[in-house]
């Protein structure tokens, strides 16, 4: 039946279902953020909550009215500063590590790296994220008690901690993308000069791969910022401005989760918890133009 | 001069040396750490868990008493009846949009606006799509936590990962291939039926069942979605879809392995942490089996294509 | 046979394209389908249906209990729900998510009126709540006084109040839970608003507050009765009055809450039916009590959304 289609016809099919599958993907996305928009930005139109409140308010108490506005207090600075934190630190952690053993699978054991070391690291990226947060609960949260002498141990750095396990594996694999990108030229050019293998890796390897490891922890840290339930399971969840590593705390994604289903959409409480969904939104958003400015600057990442 | 200079030449080679071989000691040391972690990690769970998975009625009983009783056998069928879901809606849409993307749109606006979107989407964490989907589907649609709201969810997860790999895919097959085609007259839409996907099929298994692995362990995009609970009993022999206890309804709600993780992993009773060990394990498993088999069946698919 | 081939894997293709289609058709007119099947599923005399519920956890065990025997007498039904706090479960009944929200207070304290006023109340139990510390705290009677400055932050030694010097830990639930807002509202006042002092960590349910209490030293934090376990902390004197039910019947234990269980007016039969039975002598008669909890009837005072006390 379908053999006799004219050939034109037939392209017209293709080009119709594929191009329909596009469209409806792109839909969904423009969508999710309109709608992710929409309510997000309702607290402030609708409900009228003031911006500059909401983002530098240190108050952050759903249940609370504030007498001075009638409104729940929503100062989402507490939330803001500790999802940086854990990000910044996660990163800081994960960072070394994992260049440092993209370094040695790429320049030192090629063969041991490709045959051991990359599906070992894989296999890190397959473990899912509640796993992780299994395991920080009870052994790196007992650990912290442990050696900080603290009755908690829940707090912001065990939530780096298990993070930077997290992201080894994002940044190492694209950091080794990245070295291994870099032309044999350059290494043979400066070996031959004279330079020992680390000289070589430092200052000329590591320097062309710059922008794609740039990407590789760009990617890591998007990762970072939005995860969320490995996070709930070990940083406590109060909702106060952190004042130590191993306070409680609580970040964007971890609040949305314990209260989002708690207040009826529409409610001024909801509302607020959208517009830190916008805020983790813009963020992911934010994450990829400095990828793609970073990719139109420098050498052209992997794609 | 030459002489004068010498001694601290060496001096500098010398330092050069000692520099490599620290650098070279500080990176096995590092490599070392994190193969020592993974492995660790990896025999912690299933040396916690493996255990419970041998406990009669684990796998096979339905949960009680909140999830701190009883087996996962709901949360095992469950996860994999969301997976399933997940792929039949997620394959054919990623297949045809890279297919799209890669032979009838190569350069222009379109795929500019289509790949940045895609990116856009791979990028947004679990946790907004989860609110996205609850607001769309599970209150919008009026479908309420349901699996079919959990496996639209983890397609908007899924896409941007599969796009990714066929496209890819697509892109490796030679240019000389799809020219042939065209020369012996075929149109685009057969080249790509006949040719380009069959070639590319080795890459696209290994991708979808890759992607599998990841679409197993999300639990933040379901938490709103599909919900926390599975239903008391199921009836796998029911064929009457819109029955609740069938197990193949899909306005069911359900839970997924991860999603009981996260239920139970604080509740404090000892036979509460051996279930969530036992999942833990069960899913690492699943996981790593999905791992193995992608790499199995691409070599293997791969291995037939050529012999043909 | 290349042709069979080309047209056999045309068909694929072409047939691939109609699956995906189908499949967006199906999931767009799901909706209907969904609300027939969990609406009016039933028709002869045997029940049909399905039931959802969420809400507090603290007495999410009966709500089981009750449902297992419920579907062992009606078999084409299905309950199923998760306990993830009185707010959750309030919200997600009014926004249709679930059948019924289990709640440990009214849903006037929760939603909006006009919300709340289209929700009906089942008042399944009662249920004492206590303070609970760790098992090293030497202290085991807080005044109701005392206990508010524990639980604002005013206090925050033991030695203040009658214990060894260490730093209390004060362990919160999260701001949606009906024991929390249970628990403050007897030792804060009726109808004060929930405390801005947040403690050192907030928990998702009683559960988690029970694996904490457990491994935490100079903690305190409230529970209610069914989840106390001696042997992980202890549950303490209130005014010199001990936590027990003969005690709450009475109100000479001041915290306590009753059970809502809250359905749509418009509910359909099976969820009213389980409500019902919710209500009958099968689960007040023995289940109740059998779960750790009271039952309404044997209460000698009453307590309204404003959280008066009054006499029967």
Same mark, same amino acid.
């Given at each position: 039946?379908?053999?006799?289609?004219?050939?034109?016809?037939?392209?017209?099919?293709?080009?119709?279902?594929?191009?329909?599958?596009?469209?409806?993907?792109?839909?969904?996305?423009?969508?999710?953020?309109?709608?992710?928009?929409?309510?997000?930005?309702?607290?402030?139109?609708?409900?009228?909550?003031?911006?500059?409140?909401?983002?530098?308010?240190t108050v952050w108490n759903?249940?609370?009215?504030?007498?001075?506005?009638?409104?729940?207090f929503?100062g989402?600075l507490p939330l803001?500063v500790t999802?940086?934190?854990?990000?910044?630190?996660?990163?800081?952690?994960?960072?070394?590590?994992?260049?440092?053993?993209?370094?040695?699978?790429?320049?030192?054991?090629?063969?041991?790296?490709?045959?051991?070391?990359?599906?070992?690291?894989?296999?890190?990226?397959?473990?899912?994220?509640?796993?992780?947060?299994?395991?920080?609960?009870?052994?790196?949260?007992?650990?912290?008690?442990?050696?900080?002498?603290?009755?908690?141990?829940?707090?912001?750095?065990?939530?780096?901690?298990?993070?930077?396990?997290?992201?080894?594996?994002?940044?190492?694999?694209?950091?080794?993308?990245?070295?291994?990108?870099?032309?044999?030229?350059?290494?043979?050019?400066?070996?031959?000069?004279?330079?020992?293998?680390?000289?070589?890796?430092?200052?000329?390897?590591?320097?062309?791969?710059?922008?794609?490891?740039?990407?590789?922890?760009?990617?890591?840290?998007?990762?970072?910022?939005?995860?969320?339930?490995?996070?709930?399971?070990?940083?406590g969840g109060v909702e106060a401005m952190p004042t130590?590593?191993?306070d409680s705390a609580s970040?964007?994604?971890?609040t949305?989760?314990?209260?989002?289903?708690?207040?009826?959409?529409?409610?001024?409480?909801?509302?607020?918890?959208?517009?830190?969904?916008?805020?983790?939104?813009?963020?992911?958003?934010?994450?990829?133009?400095?990828?793609?400015?970073?990719?139109?600057?420098?050498?052209?990442?992997?794609? | 001069?030459?002489?004068?200079?010498?001694?601290?030449?060496?001096?500098?080679?010398?330092?050069?040396?000692?520099?490599?071989?620290?650098?070279?000691?500080?990176?096995?040391?590092?490599?070392?750490?994190?193969?020592?972690?993974?492995?660790?990690?990896?025999?912690?769970?299933?040396?916690?868990?493996?255990?419970?998975?041998?406990?009669?009625?684990?796998?096979?009983?339905?949960?009680?008493?909140?999830?701190?009783?009883?087996?996962?056998?709901?949360?095992?069928?469950?996860?994999?009846?969301?997976?399933?879901?997940?792929?039949?809606?997620?394959?054919?849409?990623?297949?045809?949009?890279?297919?799209?993307?890669?032979?009838?749109?190569?350069?222009?606006?379109?795929?500019?606006?289509?790949?940045?979107?895609?990116?856009?989407?791979?990028?947004?964490?679990? &946790? @907004?799509? /989860?609110?996205?989907?609850? !607001? $769309?589907?599970? %209150?919008?649609?009026?479908?309420?936590? +349901?699996? #079919?709201? *959990?496996?639209?969810?983890?397609?908007?997860?899924?896409?941007?990962?599969?796009?990714?790999?066929?496209?890819?895919?697509?892109?490796?097959?030679?240019?000389?291939?799809?020219?042939?085609?065209?020369?012996?007259?075929?149109?685009?839409?057969?080249?790509?039926?006949?040719?380009?996907?069959?070639?590319?099929?080795?890459?696209?298994?290994?991708?979808?069942?890759?992607?599998?692995?990841?679409?197993?362990?999300?639990?933040?995009?379901?938490?709103?979605?599909?919900?926390?609970?599975?239903?008391?009993?199921?009836?796998?022999?029911?064929?009457?879809?819109?029955?609740?206890?069938?197990?193949?309804?899909?306005?069911?709600?359900?839970?997924?392995?991860?999603?009981?993780?996260?239920?139970?992993?604080?509740?404090?009773?000892?036979?509460?942490?051996? &279930? @969530?060990? /036992?999942?833990?394990?069960? !899913? $690492?498993?699943? %996981?790593?089996?999905?791992?193995?088999? +992608?790499? #199995?069946? *691409?070599?293997?698919?791969?291995?037939?294509?050529?012999?043909? | 046979?290349?042709?069979?081939?080309?047209?056999?894997?045309?068909?694929?293709?072409?047939?691939?394209?109609?699956?995906?289609?189908?499949?967006?058709?199906?999931?767009?007119?799901?909706?209907?389908?969904?609300?027939?099947?969990?609406?009016?599923?039933?028709?002869?005399?045997?029940?049909?249906?399905?039931?959802?519920?969420?809400?507090?956890?603290?007495?999410?065990?009966?709500?089981?209990?009750?449902?297992?025997?419920?579907?062992?007498?009606?078999?084409?039904?299905?309950?199923?729900?998760?306990?993830?706090?009185?707010?959750?479960?309030?919200?997600?009944?009014?926004?249709?998510?679930?059948?019924?929200?289990?709640?440990?207070?009214?849903?006037?304290?929760?939603?909006?009126?006009?919300?709340?006023?289209?929700?009906?109340?089942?008042?399944?139990?009662?249920?004492?709540?206590?303070?609970?510390?760790?098992?090293?705290?030497?202290?085991?009677?807080?005044?109701?006084?005392?206990?508010?400055?524990?639980?604002?932050g005013?206090?925050?030694?033991?030695?203040?109040?009658?214990?060894?010097?260490?730093?209390?830990?004060?362990?919160n639930?999260?701001?949606?839970?009906?024991?929390?807002?249970?628990?403050?509202?007897?030792?804060?006042?009726?109808?004060?608003?929930?405390?801005t002092f947040k403690g050192d960590a907030e928990?998702?349910?009683?559960?988690?507050?029970?694996?904490?209490?457990?491994?935490?030293?100079?903690?305190?934090?409230?529970?209610?009765?069914?989840?106390?376990?001696?042997?992980?902390?202890?549950?303490?004197?209130?005014?010199?009055?001990?936590?027990?039910?003969?005690?709450?019947?009475?109100?000479?234990?001041?915290?306590?809450?009753?059970?809502?269980?809250?359905?749509?007016?418009?509910?359909?039969?099976?969820?009213?039916?389980?409500?019902?039975?919710?209500?009958?002598?099968?689960?007040?008669?023995?289940?109740?009590?059998?779960?750790?909890?009271?039952?309404?009837?044997?209460?000698?005072?009453?307590?309204?959304?404003?959280?008066?006390?009054?006499?029967?």
């Amino acid at each position: 039946m379908a053999k006799q289609m004219p050939k034109r016809s037939l392209e017209k099919v293709g080009l119709s279902v594929t191009g329909a599958c596009v469209a409806l993907v792109t839909l969904v996305v423009v969508a999710l953020i309109v709608m992710v928009a929409q309510r997000g930005l309702s607290t402030f139109i609708k409900d009228g909550v003031d911006v500059l409140n909401f983002f530098t308010g240190t108050v952050w108490n759903l249940a609370v009215t504030d007498e001075a506005t009638g409104l729940p207090f929503t100062g989402a600075l507490p939330l803001i500063v500790t999802s940086f934190a854990v990000t910044i630190i996660s990163t800081v952690i994960a960072l070394p590590i994992a260049i440092g053993s993209a370094i040695y699978v790429v320049e030192i054991q090629p063969k041991f790296g490709q045959k051991y070391f990359q599906p070992l690291i894989e296999l890190l990226v397959g473990i899912p994220s509640v796993v992780f947060g299994l395991i920080g609960f009870h052994v790196i949260v007992s650990a912290v008690r442990a050696i900080f002498n603290v009755e908690m141990g829940l707090g912001i750095l065990p939530g780096s901690i298990v993070l930077a396990l997290m992201i080894l594996p994002t940044i190492t694999t694209l950091s080794i993308d990245a070295l291994r990108a870099v032309p044999d030229s350059y290494r043979q050019g400066s070996l031959a000069l004279g330079y020992t293998r680390w000289q070589t890796i430092w200052h000329v390897v590591l320097k062309s791969a710059t922008p794609s490891l740039m990407t590789a922890v760009i990617l890591g840290m998007t990762r970072a910022f939005g995860e969320t339930l490995a996070v709930r399971m070990v940083i406590g969840g109060v909702e106060a401005m952190p004042t130590s590593l191993i306070d409680s705390a609580s970040t964007i994604t971890t609040t949305l989760t314990t209260s989002m289903a708690v207040y009826a959409t529409g409610s001024v409480q909801n509302d607020a918890l959208w517009t830190l969904g916008l805020l983790l939104m813009g963020m992911s958003l934010f994450f990829i133009l400095i990828i793609h400015l970073i990719g139109a600057k420098g050498a052209k990442s992997r794609g | 001069m030459a002489n004068a200079t010498a001694p601290a030449q060496d001096a500098r080679i010398k330092r050069s040396m000692r520099n490599d071989k620290i650098a070279t000691g500080i990176l096995t040391v590092i490599v070392a750490i994190v193969m020592a972690i993974v492995v660790s990690m990896v025999v912690y769970i299933l040396f916690q868990g493996v255990g419970q998975l041998f406990q009669p009625g684990f796998l096979t009983e339905a949960s009680r008493s909140n999830g701190t009783e009883g087996g996962i056998a709901y949360q095992l069928f469950d996860s994999f009846y969301l997976l399933v879901l997940t792929l039949i809606i997620s394959v054919p849409i990623s297949l045809f949009a890279a297919v799209f993307l890669v032979e009838y749109a190569p350069d222009g606006p379109v795929t500019k606006i289509a790949s940045t979107a895609i990116e856009t989407l791979s990028s947004l964490p679990s &946790i @907004v799509v /989860g609110m996205f989907g609850f !607001l $769309m589907f599970s %209150v919008n649609f009026g479908w309420g936590y +349901s699996l #079919i709201s *959990g496996a639209i969810a983890l397609t908007m997860f899924n896409i941007p990962i599969l796009t990714r790999v066929i496209t890819q895919a697509l892109e490796d097959v030679p240019a000389s291939q799809r020219d042939a085609c065209l020369a012996m007259g075929l149109t685009r839409w057969e080249t790509t039926i006949h040719v380009l996907i069959p070639a590319a099929m080795p890459a696209i298994v290994t991708g979808v069942v890759l992607s599998a692995g990841r679409v197993f362990g999300e639990a933040a995009a379901l938490l709103f979605t599909s919900g926390m609970s599975s239903p008391a009993r199921l009836n796998f022999l029911s064929l009457n879809f819109a029955s609740p206890t069938c197990a193949w309804n899909i306005f069911r709600p359900g839970e997924s392995l991860a999603v009981h993780i996260y239920k139970i992993y604080g509740e404090g009773s000892p036979e509460a942490q051996h &279930i @969530v060990w /036992g999942t833990a394990a069960i !899913l $690492m498993i699943c %996981v790593l089996l999905f791992n193995v088999l +992608s790499r #199995i069946a *691409g070599k293997a698919l791969a291995r037939r294509m050529t012999a043909e | 046979m290349l042709d069979f081939n080309c047209s056999r894997r045309q068909f694929l293709g072409i047939f691939g394209g109609a699956a995906a289609v189908a499949g967006l058709g199906l999931a767009g007119c799901g909706g209907e389908t969904g609300g027939t099947a969990a609406g009016s599923a039933g028709g002869s005399s045997t029940l049909t249906g399905t039931v959802t519920y969420d809400g507090a956890s603290s007495f999410q065990a009966l709500v089981e209990a009750a449902a297992e025997q419920f579907m062992a007498e009606n078999p084409d039904v299905s309950i199923t729900g998760s306990g993830n706090g009185s707010g959750t479960g309030l919200t997600a009944v009014a926004d249709g998510t679930v059948t019924i929200g289990n709640s440990d207070v009214f849903a006037e304290t929760k939603l909006d009126a006009d919300q709340a006023a289209t929700l009906v109340d089942h008042e399944v139990a009662v249920v004492g709540m206590g303070p609970v510390v760790s098992l090293n705290v030497t202290v085991d009677d807080l005044s109701l006084d005392q206990l508010k400055g524990i639980f604002s932050g005013e206090i925050t030694n033991w030695s203040e109040v009658g214990g060894e010097d260490a730093e209390i830990h004060v362990l919160n639930r999260k701001s949606g839970s009906g024991t929390r807002a249970t628990f403050e509202a007897a030792v804060f006042g009726a109808g004060a608003e929930e405390s801005t002092f947040k403690g050192d960590a907030e928990l998702d349910k009683s559960g988690d507050v029970q694996t904490q209490m457990g491994s935490t030293d100079n903690a305190i934090s409230y529970l209610d009765f069914s989840h106390f376990d001696e042997t992980k902390f202890k549950a303490i004197k209130v005014n010199g009055v001990d936590p027990t039910d003969e005690n709450v019947t009475d109100n000479s234990f001041p915290i306590w809450a009753t059970e809502h269980m809250y359905c749509q007016e418009d509910a359909d039969e099976v969820t009213v039916a389980f409500l019902e039975y919710m209500l009958s002598d099968d689960v007040q008669g023995s289940l109740v009590e059998e779960q750790g909890f009271i039952p309404v009837s044997s209460m000698t005072v009453v307590k309204d959304a404003e959280g008066n006390v009054t006499e029967k």
